[in-house]
């Protein structure tokens, strides 16, 4: 079992959910991430750059419990919150990944209207004939503000390789979709150009360290996933935020009155 697998249940009054951080290698240069901005309108990170995902529903769980060979309730989670960010990736962005082979755009595009219209993987897969690889989602990070109404959010990696691929963004939940490195998120960031909560902006900070998928990859394996709750602290008369060390995160925090929050 992994790390992510032994991690215990969500707290009591949070919302469990899953995000994947999307690679494709650029021709020249580290490699690209794809995030979506949200909708302004959202209750979560209204008008924000963020990586694809959402809630684990029920659904996932379900499904999860089928494929599991263990019945393990931890492993359960862990499947489920696989599942689910394979699920929004092509809710969201009309993307398929975590599948044994690869999928042409007009099978995409498919798969994902008949997602809208079963709201659920398992009946997509039997019409498509598809099978899970959950195994291609590396897991990378587990964000859990303590407070209820808080999203318990599983980050998880994955590679598309080079190469162009299809996607069309939602117009429900986000408004733009894009690939970006994760320096350049942070300068546009840093400019204006977008905007990102503090989970996402220490992730592409800790996502600018690695030139390639390999490099992301071999970290995520060396460091077990622990859950992640920034805290609040003073520091020279300052309020910051911000999270614990040991976890391959090269900034720890930044003062309070900076910090775009969900």
Avoid at 189 to 213: K, Q
Wanted: negative net charge; proline residues 8%.
């Amino acid at each position: 079992m992994s790390d992510a697998a032994a991690s215990p249940a969500s707290p009591a009054g949070t919302i469990p959910a899953a995000t994947v951080v999307i690679f494709r290698q650029a021709q020249a240069g580290p490699p690209e991430l794809l995030m979506v901005q949200r909708a302004k309108a959202m209750r979560f990170a209204g008008g924000a750059a963020v990586f694809p995902g959402g809630r684990i529903d029920p659904s996932d769980h379900t499904l999860a419990a089928t494929l599991s060979a263990t019945g393990d309730h931890a492993g359960i989670d862990d499947l489920a919150a696989r599942i689910a960010g394979i699920r929004e990736t092509l809710e969201e962005t009309g993307l398929a990944i975590g599948l044994t082979r690869p999928v042409s755009g007009p099978d995409a595009e498919r798969a994902r209207a008949l997602l809208a219209k079963e709201g659920a993987l398992a009946p997509v897969l039997a019409q498509m004939g598809w099978t899970l690889a959950v195994e291609a989602l590396i897991p990378f990070a587990r964000w859990c503000p303590q407070w209820p109404g808080a999203f318990d959010t599983f980050f998880h990696l994955a590679d598309l390789g080079s190469g162009a691929v299809d996607l069309l963004v939602d117009n429900t939940e986000n408004s733009r979709l894009f690939w970006m490195s994760a320096a350049d998120a942070l300068t546009a960031a840093d400019n204006g150009e977008i905007s990102v909560i503090f989970p996402t902006r220490r992730n592409l900070e800790r996502l600018a360290l690695f030139a390639s998928f390999a490099e992301a990859r071999s970290q995520a394996e060396a460091i077990p996933v622990r859950m992640i709750t920034p805290a609040k602290l003073e520091r020279d008369g300052e309020p910051w935020l911000t999270i614990p060390d040991g976890l391959g995160y090269p900034v720890l925090g930044q003062p309070l009155a900076s910090v775009q929050r969900g």
